[in-house]
């Protein structure tokens, strides 16, 4: 994980991973699929991994990037196929003894958001 990469547990059981230049903000999910499969001898837990294609947006998209508990939410703005602005979230948890690094990196992406607008 560098300075500028930031690594989410999600509410799905995924991992998201945000990373920002001072141009881009980039967000990478993984799907992490668990299910109990039962065999004639003994039930086991079947896991695979599903990648979703990285979402970039530019910096000045971004309106917030916040962290209360543990939990870091980064919000931003783009447009549907009909061109109007949604607001769009981004929400996971960090471990606590990474929350220091995490309101950095919140701190860090904000004020370039803010600079580059």
């Excluded at 500028?4 to 993984?30: H, N, P, Q």
């Excluded at 109990?36 to 971004?62: G, Q, R």
């Excluded at 003894?97 to 958001?113: E, G, N, V, Y």
Aim: net charge positive; charged share 20%; proline share 3%.
């Amino acid at each position: 994980m560098s300075a500028r990469e930031l690594v989410l547990d999600t509410s799905d059981g995924g991992i998201t991973t945000l990373s920002f230049t001072e141009s881009t903000l980039t967000i990478r999910s993984d799907l992490r699929l668990h299910r109990l499969v039962s065999s004639k001898s003994a039930p086991f837990l079947f896991s695979s991994s599903a990648s979703v294609s990285p979402v970039e947006i530019p910096t000045n998209s971004v309106i917030a990037a916040t962290l209360s508990g543990s939990t870091i939410e980064v919000s931003y703005v783009t447009r549907n196929k009909k061109q109007r602005l949604h607001m769009k979230h981004v929400r996971g948890n960090v471990l606590k003894r990474d929350a220091s690094l995490a309101k950095q990196w919140c701190s860090s992406l904000t004020w370039i958001a803010y600079k580059s607008s």
